[in-house]
């Protein structure tokens, strides 16, 4: 019954007598896990059943009977293991929204990884086999394998190197003690330290001094995983989850770097963005009027600050409705003069889009029924929330007409001819968010006392003449397919809720003592430790016991809203402009999310601490989590910033893929031009940062190749320094720039870590050895940022900067040789046309200097830009070389 096939080892160890158990409630003599049988091996797979011994756990239900365990060597490094029902019937991250690779499969005498069994009680372990370092061990505790609730757990080495299990907002090294990180998508408004945010990243990056392995569990299912050193005597990580099945990847490294690009390889290489989206982008919540967006417009052109990208948040919208516009305030020809006005001065246009739909008469509600693309609950009634609107309804992503409907409301609304012509897209209260309680049985009892929507302010004539627009005040006439005539006549009455009747069987409950399921998936024995008041799983969002189509429940689906909604808007983005790079920003996402959005981190607040904590989330989402194109809001979302604060955070967030100045309707405007110490440090971070942009987009363009992170922690550049493994108050922009922000209040000062290495300072040039120690920056004005170049780089850089992007590349490069201390550089450079989708022309170099001689080899064409740029000077830095100053190329 038994074979062992040569080359894979199977090993048998006796651990029966060392089981140890957290589960309180269940007796050691009933929870011993399952025992391994029928075991069958092929060239580079096993699979096994397995028996639960005895009568289970029974902790949270019954347990799973027989269990089916499959193990593949998939590449050289990576493993995947599946344990699941033997009928393999359970609900499981599904393809359409998560492809699995695809692979060959290796034999395991190959693998980097070696998996080894133990039969009775189960536990297996995946070590390094070039070391034999066991990297994960569920040996000697019980696999609980229930209706609603698996656990595993596995030993780690004490005080382990863990990155990872997002989404977070506590520190990149995450703690080991008495830990939880719950993921679970959550509207986590102010991003509270140790709770659930906005997405769930499944996945954890492990260093240790031998080398660096990834684990990701592809499950959608809300989850605690606790990371613990008291609770079982020893190290351990432990999987709670509450549905879904145990599906592992096990990534071998052994770089972080190689761990970063095998991840990469299951989830998806990131969407490359368009080169215009990394120019600096202004948006606020409550900008009260179209005069008011034009006027910040042109008040950064006159400050002199290059203004890349308008974004408008929900006030554009009549009465926050999605796909509807408030033609008082915002007219459709005065939204037109603006988007003419920016595309005139090579600026662009983003506007938000939120998923949930009013529940109103108008098109986008109508158009939505028609095509039966609403949650609906399980007695058929629509499935009702309470979001900016009002009373509201959520699309079914999974339902075979979404997109058909996503793309076409995207179309009209969006279409130059009918609409308003964006650039980019803008998605939010995409967990998917609501503000109604549970159980949220009266919705619009709930809208009225929280007063969404509210009576916006009243438009008003425009204060004064803007140059560029017409000067039209009152005579508007509504066109285009936002201006429904019913839509404004339901909305001009403020205190009135349109609420369709609903069908007969509406008012039954959602559940009752004879819906048992319907109960464990509302409240699931298990409770994670879900954010919020309550804790309650449908609690200010879609209810776990809502079905999508293909009868998926919300209660497994729930964490992949927001990625079905990155997925589709993108499509409907590509219908637009086929040929088009699509630009969106979302807040929710999950594992993958990164093949067609970027991220931001969601609504901090103006404080020193959100500050300093923006830089961990950023290399979360970048190095992690495969979402390169990340920020936070820069100067702080919620409360008042100050203009040191706001400074320091210009300067930070120039440093940062996507870049963005965004504030809350409650707090006080914070456009770089409201202060001039932050006008002075916003002048010089984007001027540093647009001569560093086709840095940052080479950077990202081999991201989306291959993986390699665009913004990496300083470990991932010295892995072997001890020192680095915390450091997450500095950074490497791209993998040659270490930025270390001044991150004390009002200070001037900071300590900053310098590995055993040669460094250059950005601004001077001059060298810094470091000898892994801090060395203190003491007078670091306001408006600057410690910058160094890594010895050993080729660093190209634009020889001035412009006020848009399209300026910026006309300008020539220059290329700084930043020599090591072996005398060598290497360096890379990659332009295409920035906006198409696959960069049409386009020209790869790169850049070797050693003993006086640079060397480039070239792919593509020389100049895709067709504007006669060339490298027009080349600095070699060395320690003790003096600078040269270098010929024409
Ligand atoms: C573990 O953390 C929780 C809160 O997260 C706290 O209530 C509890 O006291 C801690 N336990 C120990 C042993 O520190
Ligand atoms: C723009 O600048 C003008 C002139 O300084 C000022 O009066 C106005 O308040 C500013 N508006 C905005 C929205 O920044
Ligand atoms: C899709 O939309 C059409 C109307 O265009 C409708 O007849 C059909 O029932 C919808 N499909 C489903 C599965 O709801
Ligand atoms: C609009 O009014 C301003 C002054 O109020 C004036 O300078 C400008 O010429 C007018 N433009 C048009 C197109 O009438
Ligand atoms: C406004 O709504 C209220 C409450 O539903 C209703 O009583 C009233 O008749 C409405 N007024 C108009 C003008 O529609
Ligand atoms: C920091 O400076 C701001 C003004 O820019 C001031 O309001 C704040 O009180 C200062 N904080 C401390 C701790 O001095
Ligand atoms: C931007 O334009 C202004 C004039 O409009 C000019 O003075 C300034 O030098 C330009 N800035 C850059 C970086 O080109
Ligand atoms: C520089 O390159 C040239 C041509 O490849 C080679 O002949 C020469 O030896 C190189 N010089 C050094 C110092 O390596
Ligand atoms: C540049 O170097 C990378 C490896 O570092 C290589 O994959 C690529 O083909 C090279 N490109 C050119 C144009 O030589």
Same mark, same amino acid.
């Given at each position: 019954?038994?074979?062992?096939?040569?080359?894979?080892?199977?090993?048998?160890?006796?651990?029966?007598?060392?089981?140890?158990?957290?589960?309180?409630?269940?007796?050691?003599?009933?929870?011993?896990?399952?025992?391994?049988?029928?075991?069958?091996?092929?060239?580079?797979?096993?699979?096994?059943?397995?028996?639960?011994?005895?009568?289970?756990?029974?902790?949270?239900?019954?347990?799973?009977?027989?269990?089916?365990?499959?193990?593949?060597?998939?590449?050289?490094?990576?493993?995947?293991?599946?344990?699941?029902?033997?009928?393999?019937?359970?609900?499981?991250?599904?393809?359409?929204?998560?492809?699995?690779?695809?692979?060959?499969?290796?034999?395991?005498?190959?693998?980097?990884?070696?998996?080894?069994?133990?039969?009775?009680?189960?536990?297996?372990?995946?070590?390094?086999?070039?070391?034999?370092?066991?990297?994960?061990?569920?040996?000697?505790?019980?696999?609980?394998?229930?209706?609603?609730?698996?656990?595993?757990?596995?030993?780690?080495?004490?005080?382990?190197?863990?990155?990872?299990?997002?989404?977070?907002?506590?520190?990149?090294?995450?703690?080991?003690?008495?830990?939880?990180?719950?993921?679970?998508?959550?509207?986590?408004?102010?991003?509270?330290?140790?709770?659930?945010?906005?997405?769930?990243?499944?996945?954890?990056?492990?260093?240790?001094?031998?080398?660096?392995?990834?684990?990701?569990?592809?499950?959608?299912?809300?989850?605690?995983?606790?990371?613990?050193?008291?609770?079982?005597?020893?190290?351990?990580?432990?999987?709670?989850?509450?549905?879904?099945?145990?599906?592992?990847?096990?990534?071998?490294?052994?770089?972080?770097?190689?761990?970063?690009?095998?991840?990469?390889?299951?989830?998806?290489?990131?969407?490359?963005?368009?080169?215009?989206?990394?120019?600096?982008?202004?948006?606020?919540?409550?900008?009260?009027?179209?005069?008011?967006?034009?006027?910040?417009?042109? &008040?950064?052109?006159?400050?002199?600050?290059?203004?890349?990208?308008?974004?408008?948040?929900?006030?554009?919208?009549?009465?926050?409705?999605?796909?509807?516009?408030?033609?008082?305030?915002?007219?459709?020809?005065?939204?037109?003069?603006?988007?003419?006005?920016?595309?005139?001065?090579?600026?662009?246009?983003?506007?938000?889009?939120?998923?949930?739909?009013?529940?109103?008469?108008?098109?986008?509600?109508?158009?939505?029924?028609?095509?039966?693309?609403?949650?609906?609950?399980?007695?058929?009634?629509?499935?009702?929330?309470?979001?900016?609107?009002?009373?509201?309804?959520?699309?079914?992503?999974?339902?075979?007409?979404?997109?058909?409907?996503?793309?076409?409301?995207?179309?009209?609304?969006?279409?130059?001819?009918?609409?308003?012509?964006?650039?980019?897209?803008?998605?939010?209260? &995409?967990?998917?968010?609501?503000?109604?309680?549970?159980?949220?049985?009266?919705?619009?009892?709930?809208?009225?006392?929280?007063?969404?929507?509210?009576?916006?302010?009243?438009?008003?004539?425009?204060?004064?003449?803007?140059?560029?627009?017409?000067?039209?005040?009152?005579?508007?006439?509504?066109?285009?397919?936002?201006?429904?005539?019913?839509?404004?006549?339901?909305?001009?009455?403020?205190?009135?809720?349109?609420?369709?009747?609903?069908?007969?069987?509406?008012?039954?409950?959602?559940?009752?003592?004879?819906?048992?399921?319907?109960?464990?998936?509302?409240?699931?024995?298990?409770?994670?430790?879900?954010?919020?008041?309550?804790?309650?799983?449908?609690?200010?969002?879609?209810?776990?016991?809502?079905?999508?189509? &293909?009868?998926?429940?919300?209660?497994?689906?729930?964490?992949?809203?927001?990625?079905?909604?990155?997925?589709?808007?993108?499509?409907?983005?590509?219908?637009?402009?086929?040929?088009?790079?699509?630009?969106?920003?979302?807040?929710?996402?999950?594992?993958?999310?990164?093949?067609?959005?970027?991220?931001?981190?969601?609504?901090?607040?103006?404080?020193?601490?959100?500050?300093?904590?923006?830089?961990?989330?950023?290399?979360?989402?970048?190095?992690?989590?495969?979402?390169?194109?990340?920020?936070?809001?820069?100067?702080?979302?919620?409360?008042?910033?100050?203009?040191?604060?706001?400074?320091?955070?210009?300067?930070?967030?120039?440093?940062?893929?996507?870049?963005?100045?965004?504030?809350?309707?409650?707090?006080?405007?914070?456009?770089?031009?409201?202060?001039?110490?932050?006008?002075?440090?916003?002048?010089?971070?984007?001027?540093?940062?647009?001569?560093?942009?086709?840095?940052?987009?080479?950077?990202?363009?081999?991201?989306?190749?291959?993986?390699?992170?665009?913004?990496?922690?300083?470990?991932?550049?010295?892995?072997?320094?001890?020192?680095?493994?915390?450091?997450?108050?500095?950074?490497?922009?791209?993998?040659?720039?270490?930025?270390?922000?001044?991150?004390?209040?009002?200070?001037?000062?900071?300590?900053?870590?310098?590995?055993?290495?040669?460094?250059?300072?950005?601004?001077?040039?001059?060298?810094?050895?470091?000898?892994?120690?801090?060395?203190?920056?003491?007078?670091?004005?306001? &408006?600057?940022?410690?910058?160094?170049?890594?010895?050993?780089?080729?660093?190209?850089?634009?020889?001035?900067?412009?006020?848009?992007?399209?300026?910026?590349?006309?300008?020539?490069?220059?290329?700084?040789?930043?020599?090591?201390?072996?005398?060598?550089?290497?360096?890379?450079?990659?332009?295409?046309?920035?906006?198409?989708?696959?960069?049409?022309?386009?020209?790869?170099?790169?850049?070797?200097?050693?003993?006086?001689?640079?060397?480039?080899?070239?792919?593509?064409?020389?100049?895709?830009?067709?504007?006669?740029?060339?490298?027009?000077?080349?600095?070699?830095?060395?320690?003790?070389?003096?600078?040269?100053?270098?010929?024409?190329?």
């Amino acid at each position: 019954m038994l074979t062992v096939l040569p080359g894979l080892v199977v090993q048998f160890i006796v651990t029966g007598c060392t089981l140890l158990f957290t589960v309180t409630a269940a007796s050691k003599s009933k929870c011993n896990g399952y025992s391994v049988y029928n075991i069958k091996q092929s060239i580079f797979q096993l699979e096994a059943n397995l028996q639960l011994i005895g009568e289970g756990c029974g902790i949270y239900g019954p347990d799973v009977p027989r269990l089916a365990l499959s193990v593949t060597y998939e590449t050289d490094t990576r493993l995947h293991v599946i344990i699941q029902d033997s009928e393999k019937e359970r609900y499981q991250v599904p393809t359409e929204v998560f492809p699995r690779p695809n692979f060959a499969g290796v034999d395991p005498k190959t693998s980097d990884l070696v998996f080894s069994l133990t039969e009775s009680p189960f536990g297996f372990t995946v070590s390094r086999s070039s070391t034999g370092e066991v990297l994960f061990d569920t040996r000697g505790t019980a696999l609980i394998f229930e209706e609603q609730y698996l656990r595993l757990q596995t030993w780690l080495p004490s005080g382990p190197n863990i990155y990872g299990l997002g989404e977070h907002f506590d520190t990149f090294r995450l703690p080991t003690d008495n830990y939880t990180r719950t993921l679970w998508a959550r509207d986590s408004d102010g991003v509270p330290y140790g709770e659930n945010l906005y997405g769930s990243h499944p996945v954890y990056f492990e260093h240790r001094m031998g080398g660096t392995h990834g684990v990701l569990l592809l499950n959608s299912n809300g989850m605690d995983v606790k990371i613990d050193r008291v609770s079982l005597g020893r190290q351990n990580l432990e999987y709670n989850i509450i549905g879904g099945i145990l599906d592992l990847y096990f990534f071998a490294g052994p770089d972080p770097t190689h761990v970063a690009k095998q991840y990469a390889d299951v989830v998806g290489r990131p969407a490359m963005v368009p080169y215009w989206s990394l120019g600096f982008h202004q948006c606020r919540f409550s900008y009260r009027d179209w005069f008011e967006v034009a006027e910040v417009i042109a &008040n950064y052109s006159s400050a002199g600050i290059p203004l890349e990208t308008m974004w408008t948040d929900i006030d554009y919208m009549e009465h926050r409705s999605v796909f509807s516009l408030d033609q008082l305030r915002f007219p459709i020809e005065r939204m037109r003069e603006i988007v003419h006005n920016l595309h005139k001065a090579n600026q662009r246009y983003i506007l938000m889009v939120d998923p949930a739909i009013a529940w109103q008469d108008y098109e986008a509600f109508n158009k939505g029924l028609e095509l039966d693309i609403f949650l609906r609950n399980q007695d058929g009634s629509l499935h009702e929330g309470v979001v900016w609107p009002g009373v509201t309804v959520f699309p079914d992503w999974f339902h075979v007409n979404a997109s058909t409907y996503w793309i076409d409301m995207i179309e009209k609304n969006f279409n130059p001819e009918t609409g308003i012509d964006i650039d980019g897209i803008w998605i939010d209260m &995409n967990e998917p968010a609501s503000m109604c309680d549970f159980p949220c049985t009266d919705a619009g009892k709930q809208a009225r006392k929280l007063g969404v929507p509210p009576d916006p302010p009243p438009p008003r004539n425009p204060p004064r003449h803007l140059p560029g627009y017409s000067n039209l005040t009152d005579d508007s006439k509504p066109e285009g397919t936002f201006l429904k005539e019913n839509h404004l006549l339901y909305r001009q009455n403020a205190s009135f809720v349109y609420k369709p009747k609903r069908d007969a069987v509406a008012d039954l409950p959602r559940w009752n003592a004879s819906t048992p399921h319907l109960k464990g998936l509302l409240f699931p024995h298990y409770r994670i430790r879900n954010g919020g008041p309550t804790g309650i799983l449908s609690d200010k969002t879609v209810h776990t016991d809502v079905m999508h189509m &293909n009868e998926l429940m919300e209660y497994d689906v729930h964490n992949l809203y927001g990625t079905m909604m990155s997925s589709i808007t993108r499509q409907a983005m590509l219908r637009r402009r086929p040929d088009l790079k699509p630009f969106i920003i979302t807040r929710s996402t999950f594992a993958g999310a990164g093949r067609h959005v970027g991220k931001w981190l969601g609504d901090n607040a103006a404080r020193w601490d959100h500050y300093r904590s923006s830089i961990a989330g950023m290399l979360n989402f970048a190095s992690i989590f495969q979402i390169p194109m990340t920020g936070s809001d820069v100067c702080g979302f919620k409360l008042a910033t100050t203009d040191k604060l706001c400074a320091r955070w210009t300067t930070l967030g120039a440093f940062s893929p996507f870049y963005r100045n965004h504030n809350h309707d409650e707090a006080p405007p914070q456009e770089f031009y409201r202060w001039p110490l932050v006008t002075e440090a916003a002048k010089y971070a984007i001027s540093t940062r647009y001569r560093l942009l086709d840095y940052l987009y080479t950077a990202l363009h081999q991201q989306s190749l291959d993986g390699t992170p665009a913004i990496n922690p300083l470990w991932y550049i010295y892995p072997r320094d001890k020192s680095t493994f915390p450091i997450d108050l500095q950074f490497f922009y791209g993998n040659c720039i270490m930025v270390s922000p001044v991150t004390e209040e009002n200070s001037t000062k900071v300590d900053f870590y310098v590995p055993d290495d040669l460094f250059y300072d950005f601004e001077t040039l001059e060298s810094l050895r470091g000898h892994g120690d801090f060395r203190t920056a003491s007078e670091v004005p306001f &408006n600057r940022i410690p910058l160094h170049i890594r010895g050993g780089c080729i660093v190209p850089l634009r020889v001035e900067s412009a006020n848009t992007t399209t300026e910026l590349r006309s300008k020539d490069f220059e290329l700084l040789v930043a020599l090591g201390p072996d005398g060598t550089a290497t360096g890379q450079l990659y332009v295409d046309d920035g906006v198409t989708i696959d960069g049409g022309k386009k020209v790869h170099l790169n850049f070797s200097y050693a003993q006086g001689n640079l060397t480039s080899s070239v792919v593509g064409e020389v100049d895709p830009s067709e504007a006669g740029v060339h490298i027009s000077s080349v600095r070699v830095i060395g320690e003790g070389l003096g600078l040269f100053h270098s010929h024409e190329l």
